[in-house]
């Protein structure tokens, strides 16, 4: 048993309590109770206490799209022009750099963001692999980091027709292959979905066969959906249809499909994606850094669709994706009061309500019977801090350099700043090597 108290607890929860002094107890990996510092002490006298010396205690972050895979772009050069438009930065960069990638590779570029995922406070990411020469068994690879560091996590391989039908037919396999062993295991902490790269690469053979390899599974679909104006394009080509409608007419869609990005879609879009329930997911950064436009999130939202948060390999700190998505809208819309109530809705209610579908759990919440996955924020704000203004704390005070502590189900992944699961020093070390490997081969 563990408490972690003696701090200022943002509970999250339904009522978004906020306790002075307040204190969260965890056992056998779930939250047994939340209370002030001293009753939870008095009535758990035998427990481990962290004390968090009145720092900020609240749940950790969730990033509901993640790209382990890119890892190794970070200060490599690339050997053509620069990029100019979407499909350009897919062609020049990353169908390039994730045709590099062997087998150590894969699971070195999963660990390093993973670290960096705990050093924020990111407990569970929902995560996209490619690798299309080295598929099988990437994502026991990706697993073994995800186990080892401690988080949580939901792996998917992205199918694609891009680099021919052989390693198509790969990427089919791992997913039901990944899939059935997450199943068979019940981990809490791992979770398989059918991965899809997009529908700009991927013929209606294709998508029929994953359809027909997912039948059974009970599991959705993680998809880039009309990330750029290309993919509007092709699917008009292809199908006559826009990008949702095509992917409905193959049954696509669903309360268990995340569709990421959504930047190009339209009124009738929007009410496909509510009727079938399905789950999207923004990145402002990537969206802002591709240039391919603003998402209608606000649209989608006001018409009743459930939108989370993601980072799409940017960035592993949410509090960042917090930021940007604030003040992308607010300058989208010309309205300095834009998005103040559905940016924190993506990121406190809807993943955790999209982790809750996918995994079976409740996170996101200081609550009993929640997850214990908490973290500490080195945060001593220099305002009143209340269950009305919490959210203008967590959006202008803090950020993932302030994340103190990680748990996760009672497991402490970081101390005091200091790692306790995995060595940094030995994997960045590792990390430069194969990067450099990867670079000649880029």
């Known amino acids: 048993m563990l408490i972690v108290g003696n701090g200022l607890v943002i509970t999250l929860d339904a009522e978004s309590k906020v306790i002075k002094d307040g204190a969260v107890v965890i056992e056998d990996g779930n939250i047994r109770e939340v209370g002030d510092t001293a009753g939870i002490k008095e009535r758990y006298p035998e427990a481990e206490f962290i004390d968090a010396q009145g720092k900020v205690i609240m749940p950790g972050m969730i990033n509901a799209h993640m790209h382990l895979y890119s890892t190794f772009a970070r200060g490599m050069a690339l050997k053509d022009s620069p990029p ?35 050093r924020c ?63 068979e295991e019940k981990s809490p902490f791992l979770h398989g979905m059918f991965g899809l790269h997009a529908q700009v690469t991927l013929s209606d053979e294709t998508l029929r066969k994953c359809v027909e390899a997912a039948e059974g599974l009970d599991v959705g679909f993680h998809i880039h959906v009309a990330e750029g104006p290309e993919d509007v394009e092709d699917a008009l080509n292809k199908s006559g249809m826009r990008v949702v409608e095509r992917l409905d007419s193959f049954g696509i869609l669903g309360p268990k499909t995340l569709a990421i990005h959504c930047v190009h879609i339209n009124e009738a879009e929007m009410e496909i994606l509510k ?32 939108v989370g948060l993601g980072t799409d390999g940017y960035t592993a700190d949410m509090f960042e994706s917090v930021k940007v998505a604030n003040m992308l809208h607010k300058l ?19 993943n955790r309500e999209i982790v809750r579908r996918l995994f079976g759990i409740k996170v996101g919440a200081l609550e009993p019977g929640a997850a214990g996955d908490v973290i500490i924020v080195d945060y001593d704000p220099w305002t009143p801090l209340t269950s009305d203004n919490y959210y203008s704390h967590v959006l202008f005070g803090m950020s993932g350099g302030l994340v103190d502590t990680t748990i996760v189900a009672g497991r402490v992944l970081m101390r005091n700043r200091q790692l306790t699961t995995v060595d940094s020093e030995r994997i960045h070390a590792r990390s430069r090597e194969l990067a450099g490997r990867v670079w000649i081969r880029f």
């Open 332 to 350: 989208a819309q010309k309205n300095p009061s834009a998005a103040w109530a559905e940016v924190p809705k993506m990121i406190f209610e809807n």
């Open 275 to 306: 009727a079938r329930d399905t789950n999207v997911v923004h990145n402002p950064e990537s969206n802002m850094g591709n240039a391919v436009g603003v998402a209608p999130v606000l649209e989608m939202m006001e018409k009743g669709v459930r």
């Open 84 to 118: 100019r438009t979407f499909m350009q930065i897919l062609e020049r960069l990353w169908w390039k750099l994730d045709k590099t990638l062997e087998q150590e590779d894969v699971y070195i570029s999963a660990m390093v963001p993973i670290i960096d995922c705990i």
């Open 121 to 183: 406070g990111v407990t569970t990411i929902l995560d996209h692999h490619a690798s299309p020469m080295s598929v099988p068994g990437s994502l026991d690879l990706c697993a073994k980091a995800v186990l080892e560091a401690g988080i949580r996590a939901s792996l998917a391989y992205e199918v694609s027709d891009r680099d021919g039908l052989e390693i198509r037919d790969q990427g089919i396999e791992e997913n039901v292959r990944f899939i059935k062993r997450c199943q």
